[in-house]
């Protein structure tokens, strides 16, 4: 909100009169909501190629605040969108990490083990480098609601949390796969190896047997089987990020962030410290028998991850791959806790691509109605199509957690 519009609205509540509660007077009084609007570094892309970058350090809004939505798109040059039909937005990821003063990141993955650098996880139970992100999405960026309700907030930039020597960064990896021209658009988009003509993954090894696709076929500089005789320009595009935040203060609740994986084989019987087996994606395999009813079919994964402190849901959204018919998250007792489901662009229009999951719905539960108990087990469950092959999609599903309610 503008600061005229901030003002416009204090005068309205003198002008109507004392009689509005007080709790109004100050609800207005909090609105200080920024906006910054930044722009990646480029990517270049062309006809059938891919880009997955990792840009270190990116222009980020600074200080103890509490972030409240955080959103992203594909721009050219000229800052115009980009059709997910023409670079296909695989996923976004936003990651926070604590790095010494003077350390300059390299360009590639950086690992954990650099004293240097320090990754600093959401509170989801995947482990080591894998899931740790505050915020990611893909196809469905433009249409998924990403804000925290009031009085709730990311809270980040504490001074106090942040090592001596160093400070707060972020990364944002971006995965994007340019399907102009391409003879199997969805193929491209689901990573099919035989498209990318790939046997190797991106660290020179062999794929294991079996292995059809999914990112270990689609990293950085491969190239997706273009028609022949197909012309289309090399061109520079970033990711438009746009970041919402308030100044951190004692009225905002913090807000826990997990990311749940339908691929997480929990290991109980490694002992105290239990072992989750994250492998973020998975294929779908084309059903055999048809269900004659509806002439459809559907792949069920399901997965229980345990929570080892419970609190009160305040957001949730799922995250598939087209295919993707809805993914539900359940409590021990069977109740759901958020369901999600995609909406499928239909036409040619920018966020509205036709056969593209677009955006995912959300839940916004009525404040202290979504209880999650300390220690209590949950299920994920995660629905796709199986009508065809689909490969390398993914079930993850995000909540933000408040442990306490608001007195
Ligand atoms: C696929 O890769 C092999 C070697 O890895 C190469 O010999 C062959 O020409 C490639 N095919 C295409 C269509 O690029
Ligand atoms: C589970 O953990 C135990 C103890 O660490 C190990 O021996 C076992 O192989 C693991 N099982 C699986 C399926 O990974
Ligand atoms: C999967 O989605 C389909 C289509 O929306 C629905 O008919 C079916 O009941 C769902 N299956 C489960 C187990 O949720």
């Known amino acids: 909100m503008a600061p005229c519009q901030i003002l416009v609205l204090l005068l309205a509540v003198l002008v109507l009169g004392l009689s509005l509660p007080r709790s109004d007077a100050i609800r207005i009084n909090k609105v200080k909501t920024r906006t910054s609007v930044y722009v990646s570094p480029e990517f270049v892309l062309e006809p059938g190629s891919v880009a997955n970058k990792y840009f270190y350090n990116i222009h980020f809004p600074r200080g103890h605040i509490a972030m409240k939505y955080f959103n992203a798109e594909v ?13 296909y937005l695989h996923h976004w990821v936003l990651e926070r990490y604590y790095a010494q003063t003077s350390y300059v990141e390299s360009s590639g993955f950086e690992d954990n083990k650099d004293p240097k650098f320090k990754i600093v996880r959401n ?3 995947c482990q080591d480098n894998v899931l740790g992100q505050y915020y990611g ?22 001074p106090a949390e942040i090592p001596a020597g160093y400070e707060e960064r972020w990364m944002l990896n ?6 102009r021209g391409a003879e199997d658009r969805m193929g491209c988009t689901e990573c099919r190896c035989d498209l990318y003509n790939v046997t190797k993954d991106g660290q020179g090894q062999p794929l294991s047997p079996g292995y059809t696709g ?48 339908v691929t997480d084989r929990t290991n109980h019987s490694s002992g105290p410290s239990v072992k989750h087996d994250c492998r973020i994606e998975y294929n779908v395999e084309p059903c055999s028998t048809v269900d004659t009813v509806n002439n459809q079919c559907f792949d069920n994964q399901r997965a229980m991850v345990t929570m080892p402190t419970g609190g009160y849901i305040v957001y949730g959204v799922a995250h598939q791959h087209t295919g993707g018919r809805g993914s539900t998250l359940y409590g021990e007792d069977g109740r759901v806790l958020c369901s999600s489901i995609p909406i499928y662009g239909q036409s040619e229009e920018v966020g509205d691509e036709a056969g593209y999951i677009v955006g995912m719905s959300t839940c916004y539960p009525h404040p202290g109605s979504v209880k999650i108990k300390d220690g209590e087990t949950l299920v994920l469950a995660s629905n796709y199509s199986s009508s065809q092959l689909h490969t390398g999609v993914m079930g993850l599903f ?8 608001k007195n």
Not at 174 to 179: F, G, L, P
Not at 398 to 405: G, M, P, S, T
């Open 75 to 87: 721009i050219d040059e000229e800052g115009n969108p980009i059709p997910l039909y023409d670079t």
């Open 123 to 125: 509170s989801g139970l």
């Open 137 to 158: 999405l893909g196809s469905e960026t433009r249409k998924t609601d990403t804000h925290v309700p009031d009085p709730f907030g990311i809270e980040i930039g504490n």
């Open 174 to 179: 971006v995965h994007a796969i340019d399907t």
């Open 214 to 261: 999914g990112l270990q076929c689609c990293y950085d500089g491969t190239q997706c089987s273009v028609k022949q005789g197909y012309n289309g320009v090399k061109r520079s595009l970033y990711l438009r990020y746009t970041v919402k935040w308030v100044d951190w203060s004692d009225s905002i609740v913090p807000v826990k962030i997990y990311i749940f994986d």
């Open 398 to 405: 995000y909540i933000l957690v408040a442990e306490y309610q």
